[in-house]
């Protein structure tokens, strides 16, 4: 049987400060200042049925740097909605209306977030995540600062594993230590997977 759903994405937030601020951050969690401003944000709530190359954001502050989600590499495995999504990471009331779905086989492809931070610093990417029962059960971060090379240098989180639908948990990467992250058109970061049922 083929497997399908592997994991889901309801909510990607993502916040920057808006001055140059000195905010000690506990080495256990993300603190975010309450004056940070939100940049990009996908609820996910109107996409479209059938499958997706790519999903702008419900909102951004950067529309003409063109952010995106896509679905990367080779293979038979495609993006589509799901529902019910969660509110999790939910802003402005934002229902949970849907979720966006990357489909099995994964080994081969990975979620690019093509995130520009241009005009902004201190950034903290965050999205709620989970996987389903035939899912990957492990994601891997990375970033690129020039648009093509990605490392992991200074990242809070490397590797998540996931809890299985409707079970959801947020995950919260921590840049707002990396400079070169800050106001960078090409900053994009790269969800790999992992596991046996990738």
Not at 146 to 151: A, E, K, M, R, S
């Amino acid at each position: 049987m083929k497997k399908t759903l592997f994991s889901i994405f309801s909510i990607i937030l993502f916040f920057s400060c808006t001055e140059d601020r000195n905010i000690p951050i506990p080495s256990d969690q993300i603190v975010i200042d309450p004056s940070s401003v939100l940049i990009h944000y996908w609820n996910f709530n109107a996409l479209p049925s059938g499958t997706l190359t790519s999903v702008s954001p419900d909102f951004t502050l950067l529309s003409t740097a063109n952010p995106t989600i896509s679905y990367e590499g080779t293979s038979a495995g495609y993006m589509d909605s799901f529902s019910p999504g969660y509110t999790t990471n939910a802003q402005n009331s934002d229902v949970a209306g849907s979720g966006l779905r990357a489909r099995n086989p994964s080994d081969t492809r990975y979620l690019l977030l093509s995130i520009p931070t241009t005009g902004f610093q201190k950034i903290i990417v965050q999205f709620a995540t989970a996987k389903s029962s035939s899912g990957a059960a492990q994601q891997n971060y990375s970033y690129t600062v020039d648009g093509v090379n990605f490392i992991t240098d200074g990242l809070n989180v490397l590797t998540h594993n996931l809890d299985t639908d409707p079970l959801n948990a947020l995950v919260s990467l921590n840049f707002t230590n990396i400079t070169s992250v800050s106001n960078n058109p090409n900053f994009k970061l790269k969800i790999e997977f992992a596991g046996d049922t990738a």
